[in-house]
């Protein structure tokens, strides 16, 4: 007899947030169980000894721009410069495209202006972001929270992308729990992209497709102020968001009771995935409103965690069309990530 997965057609889903197109394709996969990670994230070569990232090291490090608790030799959390930025912190780079883009025959320019950061999650080398209690995970949101606040004070910075790289495949340099903040002069494609779908939607419905984003057989867990869900058109198999039950529409908004019922949520559900996925390499986002974002755009756009095991690569068909496949249908991901019952 076959598998309710085998029985299943393929399907296409269209997500009203990102605008896109998943085939959901269960020929391409065994059981949703099955479904793990074949090699859990290499440790590098970086020690307690070498790591720059370990407490008593800072003097390894690039420049510290805070640390919590401030003065503070027993630091929990640091916030230090990209020794290798992507973008450059020099406003006066070159004044020629600054602070205006400059169109030529094919293109554009803009003055490679911004910041780019790292936050240490934790002073230990061992201690991963899901091994701290929801206080301390609570302590690196509302780091990014503050940095996020000072990005905001400058006029040029238009969106701040907060991300954390798991795991040598998932793009981890170092294998000292941490994350980092790119602070840009432009909104990204894609952040426009999710912005102009959701207004679409939020004109044809009048409401925020984040505050109803569907939870019927795709909820995970739920606290307080958040719930975490396998979205309906899920573009990576065990995709999870975390999304606020309230319309927020920027992180940066996060208070303290906000930030440990968050930081609990995240722990379990990092600790899901970690358990029922083997441990998988793993990258989150954190997608938010843009800093200058009128009254009008507030209306619909929604902050949201995005948290996405790396269990398949992205081939060639997903970057010529913008459509991925996924061999697992959310319903599916999500039963499987409910199974795990833990306690925090």
């Known amino acids: 007899m076959a598998s309710p997965v085998e029985s299943r057609?393929?399907?296409?889903?269209?997500?009203?947030?990102?605008?896109?197109?998943?085939?959901?394709?269960?020929?391409?996969?065994?059981?949703?169980?099955?479904?793990?990670?074949?090699?859990?994230?290499?440790?590098?070569?970086?020690?307690?000894?070498?790591?720059?990232?370990?407490?008593?090291?800072?003097?390894?490090?690039?420049?510290?721009i805070f640390r919590f608790p401030p003065q503070n030799s027993d630091w929990k959390v640091r916030i230090i410069q990209n020794l290798y930025p992507a973008l450059s912190r020099d406003k006066d780079l070159d004044s020629s495209t600054s602070p205006s883009s400059v169109y030529l025959l094919w293109g554009c320019l803009l003055d490679g202006y911004g910041f780019?950061?790292?936050?240490?999650?934790?002073?230990?080398?061992?201690?991963?972001?899901?091994?701290?209690?929801?206080?301390?995970?609570?302590?690196?949101?509302l780091a990014y929270k503050k940095r996020i606040l000072q990005h905001a004070g400058d006029d040029s910075i238009k969106y701040v992308q907060v991300f954390k790289n798991h795991g040598a495949s998932a793009g981890a340099s170092m294998t000292h729990s941490h994350s980092q903040m790119v602070g840009l002069p432009v909104i990204?494609?894609?952040v426009s992209t999710r912005l102009d779908s959701m207004k679409q939607y939020f004109n044809q419905t009048g409401k925020c497709s984040i505050c109803h984003v569907p939870t019927k057989d795709l909820l995970v867990d739920e606290s307080v102020h958040f719930i975490s869900v396998v979205p309906y058109a899920a573009s990576f198999p065990f995709e999870l968001w975390i999304v606020p039950r309230h319309h927020v529409p920027h992180f940066h908004e996060l208070d303290q009771e906000k930030a440990v019922d968050l930081g609990g949520l995240l722990k379990v559900t990092l600790v899901k995935m970690s358990l029922q996925l083997n441990k998988p390499p793993?990258?989150?986002?954190?997608?938010?409103?843009?800093?200058?974002?009128?009254?009008?755009?507030?209306?619909?756009?929604?902050?949201?965690?995005?948290?996405?095991?790396?269990?398949?690569?992205?081939?060639?068909?997903?970057?010529?069309t913008g459509c991925y496949i996924n061999p697992v249908f959310p319903e599916d991901a999500a039963k499987v990530m409910r199974e795990v019952n833990i306690s925090i």
């Open 188 to 190: 990204p494609p894609s």
């Open 9 to 64: 057609r393929p399907q296409l889903r269209k997500d009203p947030v990102t605008n896109r197109w998943v085939i959901f394709s269960p020929a391409r996969a065994k059981r949703p169980s099955d479904f793990k990670s074949k090699s859990p994230a290499p440790s590098s070569s970086d020690s307690p000894q070498t790591c720059p990232f370990c407490i008593g090291q800072e003097h390894h490090c690039a420049p510290e």
């Open 116 to 141: 780019h950061d790292v936050i240490i999650e934790s002073p230990v080398h061992s201690v991963h972001l899901s091994d701290l209690t929801p206080e301390d995970v609570a302590q690196v949101l």
């Open 282 to 320: 793993f990258n989150f986002m954190i997608h938010t409103s843009p800093l200058q974002a009128s009254d009008s755009d507030l209306a619909y756009s929604h902050w949201f965690f995005q948290i996405v095991p790396q269990l398949s690569g992205v081939g060639g068909f997903e970057l010529g």
